[in-house]
């Protein structure tokens, strides 16, 4: 009897159960974020990208339109960054800047609400001593990956804490080739492979935020921290794989600040998700001071290195693609035989043959123009482009 109750107890609690959902998940609030470096390269290009936040429920960000961005240095000069388009990202010309001087990011938004940084001082990021990878069993993933590592350290001491991004570059094919192609209509044999999207580039950005830090150690130096990793048969790894990682030096206000934002970004997938907690970084509002402004600006010089990992450095791995085929007969006269048939937009022609008989003795039937969905012939429906990187090896 006890029992039941109990049972009925809890069944009773559950029904009376309702999800909560606290007003500051539903608050849009709209601040401001700063995400960018000030780049002390010679002719180096600062990029600066402007979002406003929403709701802590919404996983997409807005773009800030339409403002005014300047470096200022503490003499006084300003260097304008150009609003590229729709996207929020400002970039600067190719600048010299004085690395013994402050620097002062300042933004005028479309509002006329001003925000400034607190000044920023020049930090000189160290050589990378080298990219590593290791092809090994992920316990986890319960499959093969390859693990992307860096290596760097700055005889100074002067750096401790550091900061990476990096661009992935890789090749890759349509899964079928043909040399026909349909024009007007019409089935066209053409050998010239300039027409035909066989082969691509595709490029993504880094969207983890990826820190490293010697300040527990005698010496600055970084060996074999993370950069990425790769699953097996992942198609970047389909024929060859390239990244290039960026470093670039922190101060330690910096270092902590993208540490906590790395620890909650963790939990919401990437860089540009809605930070759930206030933080404080060093960009603020000139006219409103308390309202948050997330971002933190720095200025350091940038150091690269590229490196490049073939199918056959990992035995071969291959994605799975799969293809649609439809088949028609052609049942034409002869001078109407490259007609094509199929008008759905999703494919495209690929060869002519016959449809095999399931009666021993009778012979094949058609021939059938067949069709083959158009991403499966065209390498661009895949992402990427058909010119090659020039980099590329």
């Not at 109750?5 to 606290?22: G, V």
């Not at 906590?260 to 509002?285: C, E, R």
Request: glycine letters at 6%; aromatic letters at 12%.
């Amino acid at each position: 009897m006890l029992y039941g109750l109990l049972i009925l107890f809890l069944f009773s609690t559950e029904n009376c159960r309702k999800s909560y959902a606290p007003p500051e998940i539903n608050a849009s609030h709209k601040y401001l974020s700063v995400d960018g470096m000030i780049n002390m390269d010679a002719d180096g290009v600062s990029s600066i990208k402007l979002t406003r936040s929403q709701k802590l429920s919404d996983t997409v960000s807005i773009p800030e339109l339409r403002a005014t961005v300047v470096i200022k240095n503490t003499a006084g000069i300003g260097y304008p960054l150009i609003d590229t388009g729709s996207n929020g990202i400002y970039v600067s010309n190719a600048l010299y800047l004085d690395p013994t001087q402050q620097y002062i990011l300042s933004v005028t938004t479309a509002d006329g609400n001003q925000y400034a940084s607190d000044p920023i001082t020049p930090k000189q990021a160290p050589p990378i001593d080298s990219l590593t990878w290791t092809l090994g069993f992920d316990d986890v993933a319960n499959t093969e990956a390859v693990n992307i590592y860096i290596n760097t350290h700055d005889p100074s001491g002067n750096t401790r804490f550091y900061r990476w991004d990096f661009t992935e570059t890789w090749s890759h094919e349509s899964l079928y080739m043909t040399f026909y192609l349909v024009q007007d209509k019409k089935i066209a044999l053409v050998y010239d492979p300039a027409q035909h999207n066989w082969h691509c580039w595709s490029s993504a950005p880094s969207t983890n935020i990826l820190l490293g830090s010697s300040g527990g150690l005698s010496a600055d130096i970084i060996s074999r921290a993370p950069i990425t990793r790769i699953y097996q048969n992942d198609a970047r790894m389909d024929i060859k794989y390239s990244i290039l990682v960026r470093q670039y030096a922190l101060d330690a206000p910096a270092y902590d600040y993208w540490l906590q934002v790395q620890k909650q970004s963790q939990s919401l997938g990437g860089l540009f998700d809605i930070i759930p907690a206030q933080l404080t970084g060093n960009m603020h509002n000139q006219k409103v001071p308390a309202e948050p402004v997330y971002g933190y600006v720095s200025a350091s010089s940038v150091q690269e290195k590229r490196i490049f990992i073939s199918n056959q450095d990992v035995g071969g791995w291959k994605s799975t693609q799969q293809c649609k085929q439809e088949a028609y007969l052609v049942d034409t006269p002869k001078e109407d035989s490259m007609i094509y048939y199929n008008s759905d937009p999703n494919f495209a022609f690929d060869h002519f043959g016959s449809l095999p008989s399931l009666v021993p003795g009778v012979k094949p039937k058609g021939p059938y123009q067949f069709s083959i969905s158009l991403a499966c012939l065209d390498c661009t429906f895949q992402g990427g482009s058909t010119v090659r990187p020039p980099f590329w090896q």
